[in-house]
Every structure is written in C-alpha cells, then in structure tokens.
C-alpha cells in the first residue's frame, strides 16, 4: 500500500509540475471553442431533438452556461492527450527499473492516430446511431402517456453531449488496455477477476448522464459492457500475445 501511495505521489507530482502547460491547453480549447458554441448547439437540435418535441430554456443565464459547459468539454478533449501523455510518462519512469517501457516514434503516431480514429467512431455512434434512437424512444414514451415534450436546452444539450464524449473515450478502451497489458501495467487475469467490479462503474457511469431510471441507465451501460468485452478479446489476442513470448525468449 505504502508503494502504491508513494506511485501516486510521483505520479502527482509530474502533473504538477506540467499544470501550467495542460492549463494553457485547457484555456485554449474553452476560449477557441466557445465562439462556435452557438452553432453547435442548433446543430444538435436538428440532429437529436424528436419531432414534436421544444426546446426551453428556465433561467436567463442557461444558455451561457450551457455555451461555457459544452466549451470546457471540448477543453478537457484537447488536453486529455496531455494528461494521459504526462501520466504515463510518470509511471514509466517510476517502474523502469522493472519494467521498462520504450515507444518508438512510429509507434507513438500509430498510437495518436488509433486513439482519434476510434475517438471519432465512437462519438459518431453515439452520435448518429445511438442517441438519436435512445431520445426518440424516450420522447415516444412519454407521448404515450399523454406528456408534451418540453426539454430544458441546458439539459438536453448537455446529456447529448455528455453521451457523445462517453462514447468517444469507450471506443478508446481497446487501445488503452492493450496498451497497459502489452507493457506489464495491468495483468489480463486482472481485467477478468474486476470483470464485475467494471461492470457496476459502467452503471454508475450510465446513471451519471441518463434521468434517472432504470432503462435509460441500462441501455446506456450495456453498450460500455459490450465494447469492454470486446476490448478484452483484443487484450487476449496482443496484450497477452507479447508478454507470454518475451517470458519464453
């Protein structure tokens, strides 16, 4: 335990001392994205609001607000690559003289140029699969009860994007733990025995950005549980693939 608290202090550390770097990217992202806030937010309303259902908003400041929280979304989507760059960084310094980690240019460009591949394919099928479905059954059931849809813009926009973003980083889950089980970070049998303990963050995950209950929730989390399962098949065929032969040579 001591080991582990001391990792997680280096590991701070090093964030700390690049804070003012994933700041100014941060910023960056938040001022830069804010001027096509406004577009974006019509946008999605042609694209995700059902037929019949209107947008409102209830205080004045909340189309400002929802402007500022769509901004800082696309803020922390710009500096998350930093983060994880800086972490990863920390870590494979604290463990090198276990487990040393090497990643060739090549390698690193495959590595960003994966990343937003699937980035993008996760958040378009959010986006135009997924969302579009999960709304329109939503809006029906209500209007099956005899309930005019009158959606908060703040609420609305911000679940839609909030679940576009999710997506985007799930699809990332191959990727992330391939590259963790390749490298020695995390064991495969590891994945498997917290095989259920993922599951319930996965539900917790769905409750955070769906109303609350228990379809919108479950339809949101099986997905993630699909795609992680996914992800494992790929951990077993490369990740694991790599340890065993270097432990043979």
Do not use: W
């Amino acid at each position: 335990m001591s080991e582990a608290i001391e990792s997680l202090s280096v590991i701070l550390l090093t964030l700390r001392k690049k804070l003012v770097l994933i700041a100014a990217v941060l910023f960056s992202g938040v001022a830069l994205s804010f001027q096509f806030t406004g577009p974006l937010i019509e946008r999605m309303k042609e694209d995700l609001l059902p037929e019949g259902a209107k947008l409102v908003y209830v205080t004045p400041l909340e189309v400002m607000m929802l402007k500022l929280k769509l901004s800082l979304i696309i803020g922390l989507l710009v500096a998350l690559p930093f983060i994880a760059f800086y972490i990863y960084r920390g870590i494979s310094q604290r463990f090198s003289f276990r487990n040393p980690v090497v990643v060739r240019r090549s390698q690193f460009v495959f590595l960003c140029a994966a990343s937003l591949v699937m980035f993008v394919l996760g958040a378009s099928y959010a986006y135009f699969i997924m969302l579009p479905l999960f709304l329109k059954y939503l809006y029906l059931n209500a209007a099956g009860s005899g309930i005019s849809a009158t959606y908060s813009v703040f609420k609305f926009i911000s679940f839609a994007a909030a679940g576009t973003a999710l997506f985007g980083l799930i699809f990332e889950l191959p990727i992330v733990l391939t590259f963790l089980t390749r490298n020695g970070f995390v064991k495969y049998e590891t994945l498997v025995t917290y095989r259920k303990h993922i599951y319930i963050i996965f539900l917790f995950s769905g409750a955070a950005i769906t109303p609350p209950d228990v379809i919108s929730q479950v339809m949101v989390a099986i997905p993630m549980v699909i795609f992680f399962e996914i992800s494992m098949v790929v951990v077993r065929v490369l990740g694991v693939k790599k340890r065993n032969s270097a432990a043979a040579a």
